[in-house]
């Protein structure tokens, strides 16, 4: 039994084996970028919020992009991105989880550079902020949208 750090003080029993944690580690990654995407897609289409694209061929590879108004949107996992509030470190294999994430947020840091500098308007939303994203007005002023 490995321990699971929480917000690097809480732990909890991890029951999962080291090789097993990296492999749910990475299942997790997958499902939470999918929920959290399709979440924001809802949101969009709750709101009548338009003129989002998926997949666009960009640096850094946007969740959402605004073409006509040259908005990015990346929706950032929690823990994948070391989210501030619910970074999340297992114990197991600490230091490999601590790198991993510093490598993701400086990851995040050269895309968005690469972006403004190429006229980009670049907008991040944790995956806890989305929940409180309910309202047209929430969501507009989140993505810079008039
Ligand atoms: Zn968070």
Same mark, same amino acid.
């Given at each position: 039994?490995?321990? *699971? +750090?929480?917000?690097?003080? /809480?732990?909890?029993?991890?029951?999962? =084996? /080291?090789?097993?944690? =990296? &492999?749910?580690?990475?299942?997790?990654?997958?499902?939470?970028?999918?929920?959290? !995407?399709?979440?924001?897609?809802?949101?969009?289409?709750? =709101?009548?919020?338009?003129?989002?694209? #998926?997949?666009?061929?960009?640096?850094?590879?946007?969740?959402?992009?605004?073409?006509?108004?040259?908005?990015?949107?990346?929706?950032? $996992?929690? *823990?994948? %991105?070391?989210?501030?509030?619910? !970074?999340?470190?297992?114990?197991?294999?600490?230091? *490999?989880?601590? &790198?991993?994430?510093?490598?993701?947020? &400086? #990851?995040? /840091?050269?895309?968005? @550079?690469?972006?403004?500098?190429? $006229?980009?308007?670049? +907008? #991040?939303?944790?995956? %806890? !902020?989305?929940?409180?994203?309910?309202?047209? /007005?929430?969501?507009?002023?989140?993505? $810079? @949208?008039?």
């Amino acid at each position: 039994m490995n321990n *699971f +750090v929480i917000g690097w003080v /809480k732990t909890v029993t991890d029951v999962f =084996s /080291k090789a097993k944690r =990296s &492999k749910v580690m990475s299942l997790i990654r997958g499902k939470e970028n999918k929920a959290t !995407e399709l979440a924001l897609i809802g949101l969009f289409k709750n =709101s009548h919020i338009t003129g989002w694209r #998926r997949n666009q061929k960009l640096f850094g590879k946007p969740d959402f992009v605004f073409k006509k108004e040259g908005i990015a949107v990346f929706v950032d $996992g929690c *823990f994948w %991105h070391g989210c501030p509030i619910h !970074e999340t470190v297992p114990k197991t294999n600490m230091l *490999f989880w601590v &790198k991993k994430i510093n490598t993701n947020k &400086k #990851r995040d /840091k050269k895309v968005n @550079l690469y972006l403004r500098r190429n $006229g980009w308007k670049v +907008v #991040r939303i944790w995956q %806890h !902020e989305i929940k409180k994203l309910h309202s047209k /007005k929430l969501l507009q002023k989140a993505l $810079g @949208l008039h």
